[in-house]
């Protein structure tokens, strides 16, 4: 059964930083483009980034661009999101997923002073 | 990159079939068979149930199918049940290497 578990959301202060992690298992994570998506309270779903199965190719939705870089760690079954320059505006539910296969639970990033 | 344009709302009655619409550009549904389709119920995370336009998942309902025409992707859910009622989002593939969803339908099912 495939799972996807993120972690890592919290309360921070706009300007500051958070890594979100995803923990994944029952399927071949380093043969998989995986995503973080994001869904601000009471919106739609909206795309963040993405990542090749083996890392070497990013890329970013341009509200994120330059201040939030995803990862992934293939022997640890694991991808990531570097959130730098937070704003008031990237409050949301943070979903990893993968296209053909699902989503995880989430992990709530409020960012608020 | 524009959201792609679905229905804010559908409804049918149960045992009645829905089609819920997703309309792009020749630059995303229309360009390529990368589109998805995503059932989300209040408070939940969403749930994969159709991908690659056609393609449902190990678990999802025979009663959800999905196709493609030019532009427009759809997804039909026939013989409604209670449970479907829920928020569905359509999302694509674009040239621009990146995903875009759509705004999200809201079905009620009477």
């Known amino acids: 059964e495939v799972q996807l578990v993120e972690s890592g959301g919290g309360l921070v202060q706009p300007g500051g930083s958070l890594r979100l992690s995803c923990a994944a298992s029952?399927?071949?994570?380093?043969?998989?483009?995986m995503h973080w998506v994001r869904q601000a309270p009471g919106k739609g779903l909206v795309w963040v980034s993405r990542?090749?199965?083996?890392?070497?190719?990013?890329f970013y939705a341009d509200s994120v661009k330059g201040r939030f870089t995803i990862s992934r760690d293939n022997a640890k079954n694991t991808l990531y999101l570097q959130m730098n320059s937070l704003r008031v505006e990237d409050t949301a539910v943070y979903y990893c997923t993968s296209p053909i296969l699902g989503w995880g639970q989430g992990t709530l990033v409020t960012v608020s002073s | 990159q524009s959201a792609l344009t679905q229905p804010a709302s559908v409804s049918g009655s149960p045992g009645q079939s829905i089609t819920i619409s997703c309309t792009g550009t020749s630059s995303d549904v229309g360009g390529y068979n990368y589109v998805s389709w995503h059932q989300q119920h209040p408070g939940k995370a969403p749930k994969l149930m159709i991908y690659g336009v056609t393609n449902r998942p190990s678990g999802v309902s025979n009663r959800f199918s999905g196709s493609k025409s030019g532009n427009t992707a759809s997804l039909t859910i026939s013989g409604l049940q209670a449970e479907d009622e829920a928020d569905y989002y359509c999302n694509s593939y674009t040239s621009t290497n990146a995903w875009v969803f759509g705004g999200g339908t809201k079905l009620t099912v009477l």
């Open positions: 029952g399927f071949t994570f380093s043969s998989s483009w």
């Open positions: 990542i090749s199965s083996d890392g070497s190719i990013t």
